[in-house]
């Protein structure tokens, strides 16, 4: 099992940046491909991009692409999300999940593991 914890989620404006950190505990880090999702009121939970294993591979949603970038520390056992040229669109409140298979995948249901969640909101 793994413990995850966000952080660094805030108010900007359109055009800044934010970075997410997801710091996970338990069993070992590199077992799992990590991803991030959000939540904006009324919708439903949204891919937004994975990292595998050995974090030499990342898949981003159409959306985010060119803007956002995620990372790995296996170090620290964290993962990041740096978010730049935000968009009021881009608010939401952002996931951090694990899961155990090989792959990566998108569907939050494949996830076996989630954090409380950190608030991002972009004003225009």
């Known amino acids: 099992q793994v413990q995850l914890v966000e952080s660094g989620g805030g108010l900007v404006q359109a055009g800044g940046s934010l970075r997410l950190s997801c710091a996970a505990s338990?069993?070992?880090?590199?077992?799992?491909?990590m991803g991030w999702f959000r939540q904006a009121p009324g919708k439903g939970r949204e891919f937004v991009v994975a990292?595998?294993?050995?974090?030499?591979?990342?898949v981003y949603a159409d959306s985010v692409k060119g803007r956002f970038t995620i990372s790995r520390d296996s170090a620290k056992n964290t993962v990041y999300l740096q978010m730049n040229s935000l968009k009021p669109e881009d608010t939401a409140v952002y996931y951090c999940?694990?899961?155990?298979?090989?792959?990566?995948?998108?569907?939050?249901?494949?996830?076996?593991?989630w954090g409380q969640g950190t608030q991002v909101t972009v004003s225009s």
């Open positions: 999940a694990a899961e155990t298979t090989d792959s990566i995948l998108k569907s939050p249901s494949e996830y076996d593991y």
């Open positions: 338990g069993r070992i880090f590199s077992s799992y491909v």
């Open positions: 990292i595998s294993r050995g974090g030499f591979t990342a």
